[in-house]
């Protein structure tokens, strides 16, 4: 919604908005911005009688702002809604829609089309490190958005993603989640079909080939050319495209250098190596997120050559493996992952980066669905790379994270404050540690909180 806000501004119009408990970067973008900010929400903040409201899918009915909107009978619009009558109508929509790596890709396919020179408008939860903006109206045809699944307002249980009508869309995964709004994975399921059968004949799919749940939503019905993407074995690099073809090959690959995890590797086009990458991105599944992004930006016209040579220089995004500081040997590193498919692949990324050097993990289970403790039995096994375990305990949790983490016994920690956490955390570490901190919120200033304590140490 603050990026919604910033390209209402754009376009010239006079923004306010509300919200609780803001945190940067957005927050800060917005002030910039000279967006006025209401923090909660009062009815009051409508007496300047806006044209219209925008409204987000965290309000709900029974909050005042809410009431007082349908009462006055104002006009309404949600944001998806808004963003597709008043942006993207007439441009090419290229959507990145997953459970994981959606802000990632995004943000990499933006770069992509701004170093090439083309300009792009884009809409992305987050903030690319290239950018330093979550959100830009653009100056080109071409409009890049992270296209979530999850419901579009209180009026509208449609996901968002329905309403962009994309002309370029990347499916990079499937996976349960959001389950405060969806019963299984087949809800989910049913919202991707509804996206696809907006995408048109003579626009492209660019698809995981390696995700099940992805393959039945193309079974559901596909209308629109598809153009696959996966990791291949060593020693691929090079083959001839009947060979590809043989091997049920993707149109789009990477080989990995030998005893390298990520951060090197060849890119290949119907089986002809098409570029080789070289970046400072962790884990397997960024270079996944590449893939798709240099086939999506294909769809630009931007030659493969040309998007590595973007990516080479692509600095990342905000919150997904950001280094908030180091201080006294111990790194600290602030990343949104609360799947624990994205936790997993987080630490295994890391892991390779360190090698046998301390990790030690931090989790906020914050998320709808961790609440609701529909991941909790994949919680254990998926922080399993971590040597030291901490978690925060909040009061509104519904289940006994210590009886689910009994595997991790000897290496786990449990606090329910979180000056207490960065204090017991900050008597552990010692120079060479990695504090790898994950939530999908502000967890109360826990970085420059821990941060602080080590300065302390350090100059005692």
Request: a neutral charge; hydrophobic letters at 45%.
């Amino acid at each position: 919604m603050g990026g919604i806000a910033a390209i209402a501004s754009a376009l010239g119009h006079r923004v306010t908005g509300s919200d609780q408990n803001v945190y940067p970067p957005m927050s800060t973008q917005l002030e910039k911005l000279g967006i006025t900010l209401f923090q909660g929400y009062s009815a009051g903040q409508l007496d300047s009688n806006p044209d219209i409201v925008i409204v987000g899918n965290a309000m709900s009915r029974g909050k005042p702002v809410v009431e007082a909107m349908l009462d006055r009978g104002m006009p309404y619009v949600s944001g998806p809604q808004w963003l597709s009558e008043q942006v993207l109508q007439g441009r090419h929509v290229i959507a990145v829609a997953g459970t994981h790596g959606k802000t990632t890709t995004t943000s990499m396919i933006a770069w992509i089309l701004e170093h090439a020179g083309l300009s792009p408008g884009f809409l992305i939860g987050g903030v690319p490190a290239n950018f330093d903006v979550t959100a830009r109206l653009g100056g080109s045809p071409y409009f890049v958005i992270e296209a979530d699944e999850y419901d579009t307002a209180f009026f509208d249980k449609r996901a968002k993603f329905v309403h962009y009508r994309p002309r370029t869309a990347v499916l990079n995964n499937l996976e349960y989640d959001h389950a405060d709004i969806y019963p299984d994975v087949a809800a989910i399921r049913w919202q991707f079909h509804q996206m696809l059968r907006m995408v048109p004949q003579s626009g492209r799919l660019i698809v995981n080939a390696a995700d099940a749940e992805l393959a039945r939503t193309i079974a559901q019905g596909c209308w629109t050319p598809i153009d696959t993407f996966e990791l291949r074995a060593p020693g691929a690099a090079g083959a001839s495209p009947a060979a590809v073809v043989a091997q049920g090959g993707s149109r789009w690959s990477a080989v990995l250098a030998a005893g390298m995890d990520a951060d090197r590797f060849e890119i290949l086009r119907d089986g002809q190596r098409a570029g080789r990458l070289e970046w400072n991105l962790l884990g397997q599944h960024n270079v996944m997120n590449a893939l798709a992004a240099i086939a999506a930006a294909g769809q630009a016209g931007v030659e493969p050559a040309q998007a590595v040579r973007a990516l080479s220089k692509f600095d990342g995004v905000k919150r997904r493996m950001e280094v908030r500081g180091s201080v006294g040997g111990v790194t600290v590193y602030d990343d949104f992952a609360h799947h624990p498919t994205a936790i997993e692949a987080t630490l295994a990324g890391l892991r390779t980066r360190v090698g046998a050097a301390r990790i030690i993990a931090v989790l906020e289970p914050r998320s709808n669905t961790m609440k609701l403790g529909v991941h909790r039995d994949q919680l254990a096994r998926s922080l399993r790379g971590a040597d030291q375990v901490w978690f925060f305990q909040p009061k509104d949790l519904g289940w006994n994270i210590q009886d689910q983490v009994a595997l991790l016994a000897g290496r786990v920690n449990f606090s329910g404050d979180v000056d207490d956490l960065a204090a017991r955390i900050a008597s552990v570490t010692r120079s060479g540690d990695h504090v790898l901190i994950m939530s999908n919120g502000g967890f109360g200033g826990l970085h420059e909180k821990f941060l602080q304590l080590l300065h302390q140490r350090a100059t005692a």
